[in-house]
């Protein structure tokens, strides 16, 4: 499947492991990356030491391109920044804010700039600043999240912009994937389903938490603090619900609590203090498998309904 976003990046499939967060390392980014997509290494705030290690890591285990994802709201951005032009990154995914004074460096340096937005105002506004593309995310993400479903989303920002739109939201099969094409966009980036996947390196607890998903098993919390998240139901994240709702926990106590949870999550799997950040699609997720097979049922389901 050729598209402008297979074109841009160099990859064989229109696939993008989603950058999250203490998650995506070069394990999961290098298996994505061999099986055809891009994988993604998570910037986050993580020591520059550390995020240089992985990305060399990450090219001893693939000679695919790959990419990073950068939280702009991190204290030490400007550094993350600076560190992919030296490592020679290919892509670089941004969220949580607007990337404009960067792109113009990254550009020279050869680096394909993809932000994340959640509204088409911002999507103009990076492709007036010159991002390559840019990833329409629907609220049916895990993790940070805006407030426009993806089937909302995605076409407004494909009217509005000329660059390549990928699709983020409620995807994790080759259905979802050929709806996003359908709406308008050329590529579509998938977290959710990686969780799932045999190289993803997250606590066991935490991928059984995963796949005995139910429709109903996501729970958003976080809005009155202006970073609403999108988690998997546990005593904790209802906690965290149920005190914002009715007034027990101030922003202060809820941001107190939560410092350190995701970690908590993914390296401990701490179900009473962990957040585990999970999209609305865990239901559909129920087996473990390796990526290299999680992306070709992707591509063989979406390519056999787009056919029809």
Not at 15 to 29: F, S
Not at 287 to 307: D, N, T, W, Y
Request: net charge negative.
């Amino acid at each position: 499947m050729k598209t402008r976003i297979t074109e841009l990046l160099g990859c064989k499939y229109p696939i993008i492991q989603g950058g999250m967060a203490w998650v995506a390392e070069h394990t999961l980014a290098s298996a994505v990356s061999n099986a055809g997509g891009i994988g993604l290494i998570a910037g986050g705030s993580a020591p520059i030491d550390y995020l240089r290690d992985q990305i060399r890591k990450c090219k001893e285990k693939t000679d695919k391109p790959f990419g990073v994802n950068i939280m702009l709201m991190s204290p030490n951005a400007d550094d993350l920044a600076q560190l992919c032009i030296d490592e020679g990154v290919k892509v670089v995914t941004t969220g949580a804010g607007n990337p404009g004074k960067y792109i113009p460096t990254w550009k020279e340096a050869g680096i394909k700039v993809i932000p994340v937005v959640p509204s088409v105002a911002l999507a103009k506004r990076m492709e007036r600043a010159g991002a390559d593309a840019v990833v329409a995310e629907g609220t049916e993400s895990g993790g940070h999240i805006g407030e426009n479903t993806t089937m909302c989303l995605v076409p407004q920002v494909v009217d509005a912009l000329e660059i390549p739109v990928i699709a983020a939201g409620g995807i994790a099969d080759g259905r979802g994937m050929a709806a996003a094409f359908m709406l308008g966009a050329e590529g579509v980036q998938i977290g959710t389903r990686f969780l799932a996947s045999e190289e993803c390196q997250i606590h066991p607890t935490f991928k059984e938490l995963v796949i005995k998903a139910k429709d109903t098993d996501s729970v958003v919390t976080g809005r009155y603090t202006g970073h609403p998240c999108r988690n998997i139901k546990t005593k904790f994240s209802k906690k965290l619900a149920n005190g914002e709702r009715d007034g027990s926990l101030s922003p202060e106590e809820f941001e107190q609590i939560t410092l350190g949870s995701l970690r908590k999550a993914v390296v401990d799997g701490n179900v009473d203090e962990g957040s585990f950040l999970c999209g609305a699609i865990a239901g559909m997720v129920n087996e473990i498998k390796p990526c290299s097979e999680i992306v070709e049922e992707i591509m063989a389901g979406a390519e056999k309904l787009l056919a029809k």
